[in-house]
């Protein structure tokens, strides 16, 4: 806008005078000081001649209203959403953006009580407050938006009129903030892993079961702390594996790990055993007395397995001495304090126990902090294999053997229950491995019974067809008839599919082609 657009014209006779260009533009003006003395102000030509003239106040009001036009251009342009509310809470201004944000046309917004938009909006508190406010990632929850920004009071000539919320749409960072979090979340559960993997490695722990890896790297965060931890599940699952790797990976690994049978000990030895005697406390009793369980684990861990078949009279004073953190010896008045971390482990029901009165309800609170359920070995198919190596290696060293699995064999492991679980499967391995004499380990060698069942893998009395004597064969021989066996069977069983036959053997392409070229096999 122009100044000889708002002017009044000049009708009287040609003059020179002093004032403002008639083209200038409105808002790149401001009147000086000079000026400002004259209520009405000279319009000029560009040779000088007055041309028009205008009136102070219409000046200040035109260029006002221009002002404001042009910054709310500006303001329209930004990506910040901003809005601006009086004393009464009511919308005087807002620009393009607050409008998209909000997903609502500006006509419909200005002028409406924020109060009935967002009862609960910052921009309220800031309004009682009259103080600025910073907006971090905040909610929006009528418009399921986050925003960022901050909150400014309005004050013009030291009155208070109001505040202005100036903000852009955060809800994309928030988002890719989470984004970061969940990816740094991954690598801490990646490092996690590998240090669980590593923790397995070295500790002779066998196994790649989800289920079972997750009850691993549960008892990897609880070995860092000292809370009770009871291990549940079927016997020969490896409780005590299990309480030995948190041990190891505890604070107190340097000290000892105490293990006491509760099953295994006559009721009337079970207290002495635990907190020991002193000398001459009854008849027999050892010269000197003996110290106890507890202080034998003094700073270490202190593992009660079979924890169900433990007295109930006994169970009273076991309690006592986890709440005190001090044991009373047989004999003694003084009671001695003592500093250890409990794991238990039991197969038993323990809460139809409770029930029944045979277990305390106080000192299953008190042991049942942590609970690591090891699943049953008929539920961890993808370990049977992984298992039976390692316990063959394990008595071959032992015992100066060089014994290998038929095919047959690996299959009876896969559809036997194994109701002994883990430690059936190594007593099984290392019965055959004993009674092995021409390092086949096959069907002959399997002594498996599940009595609670009455399932049977019986032992063949007779060699079955794939099943040769390698009696004075070299173990080299021996090695390449037991490798051309497997081929064929797993053939036969494909119904002569290479690629199943491989899969069925584990073995590459290449090394399953270059066997049957070894061994001089037609297909």
């Not at 559960?189 to 993997?197: A, E, V």
């Not at 490695?201 to 965060?221: F, T, V």
Request: aromatic share 8%; proline share 3%; glycine share 6%.
């Amino acid at each position: 806008m122009q100044l000889k657009d708002i002017m009044k014209p000049w009708n009287g006779e040609q003059i020179k005078a002093e004032g403002l260009d008639e083209s200038a533009d409105l808002f790149s003006l401001s009147l000086n000081p000079k000026e400002l003395k004259k209520e009405r102000i000279d319009i000029i030509n560009e040779q000088g001649y007055k041309t028009g003239e205008i009136k102070k106040v219409i000046f200040e009001y035109f260029h006002g209203i221009n002002t404001v036009e042009l910054l709310s251009s500006t303001l329209d342009v930004l990506e910040s959403g901003i809005v601006a509310i009086d004393i009464n809470a009511r919308i005087f201004f807002l620009n393009e953006m607050y409008s998209k944000i909000l997903g609502v046309p500006i006509g419909k917004i200005i002028g409406r009580d924020m109060r009935k938009i967002e009862p609960d909006a910052d921009i309220l508190k800031a309004l009682d407050s009259r103080k600025p406010m910073i907006l971090e990632k905040k909610y929006i929850k009528t418009i399921d938006k986050y925003v960022s920004g901050h909150i400014y009071p309005i004050i013009i000539q030291n009155e208070f009129k109001g505040v202005v919320s100036i903000f852009g749409d955060a809800t994309e960072l928030v988002k890719l903030s989470r984004e970061v979090e969940r990816a740094n979340q991954i690598v801490v559960d990646l490092r996690n892993q590998l240090d669980l993997n590593n923790q397995i490695n070295h500790q002779n722990i066998i196994g790649k079961n989800p289920e079972y890896l997750n009850m691993l790297y549960q008892a990897s965060i609880v070995a860092k702390t000292d809370a009770p931890v009871m291990i549940r599940g079927e016997n020969g699952v490896g409780k005590e594996v299990i309480a030995k790797f948190i041990h190891r990976n505890s604070n107190r690994s340097d000290k000892p790990l105490i293990t006491v049978n509760c099953a295994a000990i006559p009721e009337n030895l079970i207290e002495s055993e635990l907190f020991g005697y002193e000398e001459g406390a009854f008849t027999g009793a050892k010269h000197g007395g003996r110290i106890g369980k507890f202080e034998m684990a003094n700073g270490g861990t202190l593992f009660l397995d079979e924890i169900g078949d433990m007295p109930i009279t006994m169970q009273t004073k076991l309690l006592r001495a986890l709440q005190e953190k001090e044991i009373e010896k047989i004999g003694r008045q003084k009671s001695v304090p003592v500093d250890v971390r409990i794991i238990t482990a039991t197969n038993q029901p323990l809460e139809a126990m409770m029930e029944e009165k045979t277990f305390r309800k106080d000192l299953y609170y008190r042991i049942n902090i942590v609970v690591l359920n090891i699943i049953p070995l008929r539920d961890r198919k993808e370990d049977l294999g992984l298992l039976a190596d390692f316990f063959l290696k394990k008595y071959n060293e032992q015992y100066h053997k060089e014994v290998v699995f038929t095919t047959e064999v690996l299959e009876s492991f896969l559809s036997y229950s194994w109701p002994g679980n883990v430690r059936e499967l190594q007593n099984c391995i290392e019965y055959g491995v004993i009674m092995c004499q021409n390092n086949l380990f096959d069907k002959t060698l399997l002594n498996l019974k599940n009595r609670a069942e009455g399932e049977t893998l019986p032992r063949e009395a007779a060699p079955e067809k794939n099943t040769i004597s390698f009696d004075g064969y070299t173990l080299r021989q021996a090695a390449d008839m037991a490798e051309k066996i497997a081929i064929q069977d797993a053939l036969k069983k494909s119904n002569y599919n290479k690629t199943k036959a491989m899969e069925l053997l584990d073995v590459s392409r290449r090394t399953f082609y270059r066997k049957i070229r070894e061994l001089n096999l037609k297909l």
